[in-house]
Each structure stands twice: as structure tokens, then as C-alpha cells.
């Protein structure tokens, strides 16, 4: 008798939490409009989540586009309610824009109930290949000046070379104003610029068309990049390397997604243990294959542990920081 | 060449590919219809469906949808003043006009007969330009694509009304556009520009909320006013005729629509000026082709060749917009930045592989472009008095639903409150604006070509200093621009010698 109490015990959170999420609908925000890859992800996931929750609920994807997704993070941080049934993805740079106190920031990073991270972004440097430099030292020593196309600050296309053109001593002409990475890869391909920085998802299609080579990339590492030397390892001084770090410390966790801050711990538990699985479902890898993106799970506390990290910089670093690095996209 | 051109038919014309651009087709139909439900968030929705499928299969279903919605949003345009999609709101001018003469159906019928030469045009102007299109693609830099869109700013001279005053006022509404164009986050220092401290507007005007407001808002009001329906007091027996009329006007203006194409697949071709902007060039052109005086006052005020123009525009751009997508795996627009998701998920690599080695199966997108409006077309054409039947309804029942597709409409495009207010904004603007007699295409145009002006000028100032300024192709089109703004001028003197 009383191991069957013991059991019923055991089992009834499972069967209770099975109850609670079936025939509801849990809902993905996304940050940013229809068609990027904010976008894209959390619809792959959307498809392959429901298999993984216990009572299977429906997964739909809401997108509450705005102010590089702060508008989306607010919202779930202050308005939805803490039932575990709203998730929300939202641009990996969100933190900077806490670090530097943008107008309208109302969430805070650390305290959000994160789930994880879907995949990291590697950010890499790619240059034409007609070009004579094969590495980025021989591009760094030979003292040339390269032209480097750009969207705008506070994008990784902007910042990353920027920070190397001021630590790392390269002859970098940032040219911004480019509406997307694809418009910066035209003017590659018709000289107008001669490099670029960017996600290694969006460049890769033309390192293998061989239309760029990649030279350097920053901390988070994906497969296909993990032997290009990496920025931090060339700075100069501590300084520089700490707001190199900073810079690529949220790239790690590169598609954030969170929960409001009180949700339950058993909902929370629930939700990483979805998301850790659906992310390894064979239909789903066989899919993000397909589709040319690679999904690898972060894990809730390290995310936590990312922000808290990118939080706690003391300011003079913050200072120096928000002289190169604004938020954006 | 000729082989792949036909391989590229035989593809599509297999019963598979066939049966899934069907399904495309009446997917799109609707989509085109609602107003604010965009094309490209369709294609978001759509490309799930297509991981089971065979590439030719998928782009006949992708493509076959969307190449039907520039043409169905015709229909919301024309019918109701309210813009079907951002890229079919030149079309009201005076396709709402016409309606409001009764003349819905012909209006009606000169848009989809334009658009569907003009899809056909578009094809065939690709698939001549295939071998040079690389080339041509490349000759287009910042500096080209900035004076490009000075062209485009050109043609308000021929948008607004004739004298000093008209093109004071003309250049005046341009000059609000361009600066509502600078609204949101500024590419190049990160700054807000007139955000109000608001998060919404950190991004900038949302197109869609802003023509909504600025076409169909002094719409609503005017038919709310005059009581009555949209084509007013005119018998009922008048309306329904005349979408053979429109068929027929298409070929009495002929070589309007066929320039008004070409200028569709260029503008179309090159990437990263936007849908938007090929139907404005159309109709600025459309409003040179008036003769005299007397002419020019009937654009606006429901000349048909305002509703040629645009409408062959529109659908030819849509095979134009594929090239840079496919030769250079550089999207031209949301909606081919979407498609080319599609091209990874069927394994197809776009570049230059796809004008030699797959050139068969990029045929086979062009010839879906032109089947997919063969048919709607002709599906059309089987409502269409009907649907034009719709503007005898009487106002007082056509006002809410209309509403409600408005607000709608304009919400889908952030799903924020903002959306609304914008729209009701720019609805009081507009209002203003007719009531004073100033001309809102100008405005429109001004909007539209803001940002890629700014940004390529200050591109191509940051990447070549002055030297810019001595390209060839710059100096072409400066003097283009030139021969856009004198042309309603020289117009003018002759008409008064005459």
C-alpha cells in the first residue's frame, strides 16, 4: 500500500503536467517579422515540439516584430502571463542592449525562466578570394587597406570588424548602409567591397561557392570554422580581449528562448527537456540538415550564466564597450 | 538556350508540377485579395509543405502563388481604394477612379489583360537577357543603384499637376515622403531618428499601415459622405459591362503596356529596390504618355493607361526579381529571400550554375510565372462582373466590412497597436491631402525610394569619395533624370505653340 502511494506519488506530477498541457496551445514569440532566421528556427521547432511535451499540446508561432525584438522581450517579461505556455525568441543581442541602458529596455536578461538556447552563431570574417592574403595574419602584416561591407552598427557585420580594426591593428574600411548580408555579398562578388563579416550560416553557401575564404571567426564555434584562429586569442591587451569577449559572449547563445520569469520550475523543466530533445529528433535534424542550419542545444543554466557574465563587467569596460559597440538588429 | 526554354515548359507542364501550382494558384488568389496578408508571410507559412516535395514541383507551388498575388491585389485596389498588397497601390489612382465612374469592370479587365501581357513580356525579356544578365546585375553598383532611384524621384515632375504651382506642390509631397522614410534606427551611427521615444518606431514606417491609410481612408470617408455606392448613382446596367473594354484598351495602348513591362522586369532585375518601386516608375511613365493639358488632368482621375501601367508593372517585375535570387543567391525581396530558403531545402545551389548547368529548371519558374497568370486571368475574367457588381452595393453595407479589412490589413504587418494608429494617421493625411488637391503619388514614390537612396548615396560617398559621380551608368541616368523632370515642361511649351 504504501509503496503504491510512493508510486502514485511519483508518477503524479508527470500525469498532472500531461493534463496540463494537453489540448492547450503553447505559443513561440519571435522577435522579428516573417522570413528571417529568428523566424525560421522557432518554425522548425514548432513542428517537431509537440511530439516531446507530455499531453501534446499544439505549437504555433506568433511574430511581434519591433525595435530589434525589445518589444518582444518586454512583452514576455512583463505581460504574458507565467502559465509556461508563452516562449520567446528574440535576438541573441538583447543583453548588450541591458549592458548599455537603451531607451525602452524594461526586461532584465538574468532573471527570465530560460529554456536555452536552439544553436550558436558563429561569427566569421570572410574575404574575396582573389585576393592575395590566405590568412589573416598575412592580411594583417601586409598593412593593405580592404574594404569591408556592412548593415549597420550594432549588427555583427558592423561591430566584429570594427573591433578588429581597433585592436588588432588590421587596415579595415568599414563601408555601412548595406540592407541585408545577401546585398553585402552582391557587392563582393561585383568588387565593390572586399569582405565581410557575418553569421557563418549566411556566408557559408559562398565559401562554397568559393567566392569568399574565411579568416578569422569569433569565440562561438560551429563545425566547418573550428580551426580558424579566433579574435580574442590576438588581442593585444587585456582590455581589448575583454570587449572582444563581450562583444561575442551572446553569439554563444545565438537563438535565445525564455519564459517569464516566474514560471514554474516543473513548467521549466518540462519545456528544456522538450527543447533538448526535439532539437536531437531525427525528422528535425533530417529538416534543419536540409535547410542548411544547424541546431545544437545550450542548455537553460549556461545561458543564465552567458548573461550574467555579460552583466556583471565593470564599468570601465562597459564604457569603453559602448564607444564602439551600439545595439542593433 | 532554345532547348532549355522548352525542357523548362515540359517541366512544368508535367501533371505533378501542374496539380501543385493549382493548388498554389488558389492559395494566392486569396492571399492577393486580403489586404495586409502579404505574399511573403505566405511563403513563410507555405515552405513546410514543400520538404516532400521535387524541386520543379515546389517552386511550381511557391511561385505559382506568389505570382498571382501582385495580380489579385489589383482587384482590392481597383474595387475598393484599399491597397491589396504594398506592391498594388498604384493601381488605385485611377483604377478606383474608374470605378467610381462605373467603370469597375473595365478597369478591372485593363488590369489583369496588362498584367498578364505583362507577365508574358517579363518572361520573354528574362529569357532573351539570361546570357547578359550576370553582367548586367554586376555593372549596378551603390552608385548606379543611388542614381536609379533618382529617376524614380524624377517622375514626380510627371506625377504632379502641370504648372509651377503642381510641381511645387508635387516636389513638396515627395519631400514628406523622403522624410518619413528617415523614420527608425539609422544604418549608419544607430540613431533614432524621430522615434518619438517609442519602441515602435524604432524600425521605421511600416509601408503597408501607410498606404492603407493614405489610399482607402479618404476612400471610406468620401463614400461615407456621398452617401450612395462607390460608382454612385450610375444604373446598374452600366457597370457590369466593360471588362472587355478594359481587354481592349490593353491593346489600344499596346506599347505603353509593353514599355511599362520592360520597366517592370529592369526595376524587378535589380536587387534591393524593392517591389514597391517598379509600379510607381510604371505609372510616373504611364503619366508621361498623356499628349496635352487636358490629358495630363485625367491621370488620377480614372484614365486607364494609369491602370495599364502599373498592372504590366507589377507581374513582369515578379520574373525580373527572380534573377538575383537565382544567379547570384542574392534575394531581391522578403519574398525570394523566402524562396531561396526553398532552393537550400529541395538542395538546389543558386549561382551562376543556374543560368548554364540547371538552366532548364529556371526556365521552368519563368513559364510557371506566366501560366499561373494565364490562369487566374482567365479564372478572373469569370467573375469579374461580378466582382465589379460589388461597387453599385450600397455604402452604408460596403463601409464595415471594408473597415475591417483596413484595420486588418495593417495590423498584420507588426500585429501592434501602432499599426492602427499609424493607419489612422496617415488616413487624416491622405484625407488632408485630397481635400487640398496635393497629389499622393509623389508622396508615395518619395517613401518608397527614401531609404535606398539614402543608403546607396551614402554608400557609394564612403566607398568611392566624388569619383562615383564620373561613372558611365551614373551619367546616363543623371541625364535621364534630367530628360524626366524636363519632359512635362517641353510638353507643355508645345502644346502652347501648337
Given at each position: 500500500m504504501k509503496f503504491l502511494v510512493l508510486l502514485l506519488a511519483a508518477l503524479a506530477p508527470a500525469t498532472v503536467l500531461a493534463q496540463y498541457y494537453a489540448g492547450k496551445t503553447v505559443t513561440i514569440i519571435v522577435g522579428y517579422k516573417t522570413g528571417g532566421g529568428y523566424d525560421a528556427t522557432a518554425r522548425v521547432l514548432a513542428r517537431h515540439l509537440p511530439k516531446h511535451i507530455p499531453g501534446k499540446p499544439t505549437v504555433i508561432v506568433q511574430n511581434m516584430p519591433g525595435a530589434n525584438s525589445i518589444i518582444a522581450a518586454n512583452h514576455v517579461y512583463a505581460v504574458a502571463r507565467p502559465d509556461g505556455l508563452t516562449i520567446a525568441t528574440f535576438n541573441r543581442n538583447l543583453p548588450i542592449a541591458q549592458l548599455i541602458k537603451v531607451d525602452g529596455v524594461k526586461y532584465d536578461m538574468t532573471k527570465f525562466a530560460w529554456i536555452g538556447s536552439a544553436a550558436s552563431e558563429c561569427t566569421v570574417l570572410a574575404i574575396r578570394t582573389d585576393l592575395p592574403y590566405n590568412t589573416f595574419e598575412e592580411l594583417r602584416k601586409s598593412k593593405q587597406q580592404i574594404v569591408i561591407g556592412a548593415t549597420g552598427p550594432g549588427a555583427n557585420t558592423y561591430d566584429f570588424p570594427l573591433l578588429l580594426k581597433e585592436f588588432l591593428g588590421v587596415n579595415l574600411k568599414i563601408v555601412s548602409g548595406y540592407q541585408s548580408s545577401a546585398d553585402i555579398m552582391l557587392a563582393i562578388e561585383r568588387k565593390e567591397v572586399d569582405g565581410r563579416a557575418g553569421s557563418f550560416t549566411s556566408v557559408r553557401p559562398f565559401i562554397d561557392r568559393k567566392l569568399v575564404k574565411p579568416l578569422l571567426r569569433a569565440r562561438a564555434t560551429e563545425p566547418g570554422v573550428e580551426n580558424l584562429p579566433i579574435d580574442e586569442d590576438l588581442a593585444p591587451t587585456p582590455r581589448a580581449k575583454a570587449i572582444m569577449a563581450l562583444r561575442s559572449a551572446p553569439e554563444v547563445v545565438g537563438r535565445p528562448y525564455v519564459m517569464h520569469p516566474d514560471t514554474s520550475p516543473e513548467h521549466l523543466r518540462i519545456m528544456r527537456q522538450a527543447f533538448a530533445a526535439a532539437i536531437k529528433d531525427a525528422e528535425l535534424v533530417a529538416e534543419s540538415k536540409k535547410a542548411k542550419m544547424d541546431l545544437e542545444f545550450v542548455d537553460g543554466d549556461f545561458a543564465v550564466k552567458v548573461m550574467k557574465e555579460v552583466l556583471s563587467q565593470p564599468k570601465d569596460v562597459v564604457d569603453e564597450f559602448s564607444k564602439y559597440v551600439k545595439f542593433g538588429e | 538556350m532554345i532547348e532549355a526554354l522548352f525542357e523548362g515548359l515540359l517541366l512544368v507542364l508535367q501533371w505533378k508540377p501542374l496539380v501543385f501550382m493549382l493548388a498554389g494558384i488558389a492559395l494566392g488568389f486569396w492571399v492577393g485579395l486580403l489586404p495586409g496578408l502579404g505574399g511573403a508571410t505566405t511563403l513563410a507559412l507555405m515552405l513546410p509543405f514543400v520538404y516532400a516535395m521535387q524541386p520543379v514541383e515546389a517552386f511550381a507551388f511557391l511561385l505559382g502563388m506568389h505570382a498571382v498575388v501582385a495580380t489579385t491585389g489589383d482587384i482590392t485596389s481597383v474595387l475598393f481604394?484599399?491597397?491589396?498588397?504594398a506592391t498594388s497601390a498604384a493601381v488605385i489612382l485611377d483604377g478606383h477612379a474608374m470605378a467610381k465612374k462605373g467603370e469597375a469592370g473595365r478597369a478591372l479587365g485593363a488590369a489583369l489583360a496588362s498584367s498578364l501581357v505583362g507577365a508574358i513580356v517579363g518572361a520573354f525579356a528574362l529569357a532573351v537577357a539570361i546570357p547578359m544578365v550576370r553582367p548586367l546585375v554586376l555593372t549596378f553598383g551603390s552608385p548606379e543603384l543611388f542614381m536609379l532611384a533618382i529617376v524614380g524621384i524624377a517622375f514626380i515632375a510627371s506625377l504632379s499637376a502641370p504648372g509651377p504651382r503642381g510641381m511645387m506642390r508635387g516636389f513638396l509631397a515627395g519631400g514628406f515622403g523622403l522624410l518619413c522614410a528617415t523614420v527608425g534606427q539609422d544604418p549608419q551611427a544607430g540613431i533614432a531618428r524621430y522615434t518619438f521615444d517609442t519602441l515602435y518606431l524604432w524600425g521605421g514606417l511600416d509601408l503597408v499601415p501607410v498606404l492603407v491609410g493614405v489610399f482607402a481612408i479618404p476612400e471610406i470617408i468620401d463614400l461615407a459622405v456621398r452617401r450612395g455606392s462607390i460608382a454612385g448613382a450610375l444604373p446598374d446596367g452600366r457597370i457590369s459591362k466593360g471588362a472587355l473594354e478594359g481587354v481592349k484598351d490593353t491593346f489600344r495602348h499596346f506599347w505603353l503596356t509593353i514599355r511599362c513591362s520592360l520597366i517592370g522586369t529592369f526595376i524587378g532585375i535589380m536587387p534591393g529596390m524593392g517591389g514597391s518601386v517598379a509600379q510607381w516608375m510604371a505609372y510616373g511613365h504611364a503619366a508621361q504618355s498623356a499628349r496635352n493639358a487636358e490629358e495630363r488632368k485625367g491621370f488620377g482621375a480614372g484614365d486607364v493607361r494609369g491602370v495599364l501601367g502599373p498592372g504590366a508593372a507589377n507581374n513582369s517585375k515578379e520574373g525580373g526579381s527572380l534573377i538575383p535570387t537565382i544567379a547570384f543567391g542574392v534575394p531581391g525581396s522578403t519574398a525570394m529571400a523566402i524562396l531561396l530558403g526553398g532552393f537550400f531545402l529541395l538542395g538546389l545551389v543558386p549561382g551562376p550554375d543556374m543560368l548554364t548547368k540547371h538552366l532548364p529548371v529556371t526556365f521552368s519558374m519563368v513559364w510557371t510565372i506566366v501560366i499561373a497568370n494565364i490562369v487566374t486571368v482567365l479564372v478572373c475574367f469569370l467573375f469579374l462582373n461580378q466582382l465589379a457588381r460589388l461597387t453599385a452595393v450600397r455604402g452604408a453595407v460596403l463601409i464595415p466590412a471594408i473597415l475591417v479589412l483596413v484595420f486588418i490589413g495593417s495590423y498584420t504587418s507588426n500585429n501592434h497597436y501602432g499599426d492602427i494608429l499609424i493607419t489612422l494617421v496617415f488616413g487624416a493625411i491622405g484625407f488632408l491631402m485630397v481635400m487640398g488637391g496635393w497629389p499622393r503619388a509623389p508622396f508615395v514614390l518619395g517613401m518608397v525610394l527614401g531609404k535606398i537612396a539614402e543608403n546607396y548615396l551614402y554608400i557609394s560617398v564612403a566607398r568611392y569619395e566624388a569619383a562615383w559621380l564620373t561613372r558611365p551608368v551614373v551619367l546616363v541616368l543623371a541625364a535621364i533624370a534630367v530628360a524626366v523632370i524636363l519632359y512635362p515642361l517641353l510638353q507643355r511649351r508645345k502644346a502652347v505653340h501648337a
Open positions: - | 481604394g484599399v491597397p491589396g498588397e
